[in-house]
């Protein structure tokens, strides 16, 4: 069976990073392109960055310029690495291939707050 597994989340102060984790069971992430999306209570599911192949990134405005998204394929993982974290940027982080989202994890809660 299909399987998505995010961790890394946390809480963290406002100016914080943290680095999230993707791993898969059941298929081999290296084969889609990746993206991370977050969730917060009463807004649609938003996604903030995405990888195509092996280096090519995608950025959602609200994001650009503090996260990076980058994949190892020796571990077949993807990672979020998240820096100058602002409280706005709490909610639920949930790995996916973009377009083909049937199957969701249970995503890595993300607290910023001071």
């Known amino acids: 069976q299909l399987q998505l597994v995010e961790s890394g989340g946390g809480l963290v102060q406002p100016g914080g990073s943290l680095r999230l984790s993707c791993t898969a069971s059941?298929?081999?992430?290296?084969?889609?392109?990746i993206g991370w999306f977050r969730q917060v209570p009463g807004k649609e599911r938003e996604l903030v960055a995405s990888i195509i192949g092996g280096a090519t990134t995608v950025y959602a405005d609200s994001v650009k310029g503090r996260f990076t998204i980058s994949r190892d394929n020796r571990k077949d993982t993807v990672y979020l690495q998240m820096d100058s974290l602002k409280i706005e940027d709490t909610a639920v982080y949930y790995c996916?291939?973009?377009?083909?989202?049937?199957?969701w994890g249970q995503g890595t809660q993300v607290t910023v707050s001071s």
């Open positions: 996916n291939a973009p377009g083909r989202e049937t199957h």
């Open positions: 059941g298929f081999t992430l290296g084969n889609y392109a």
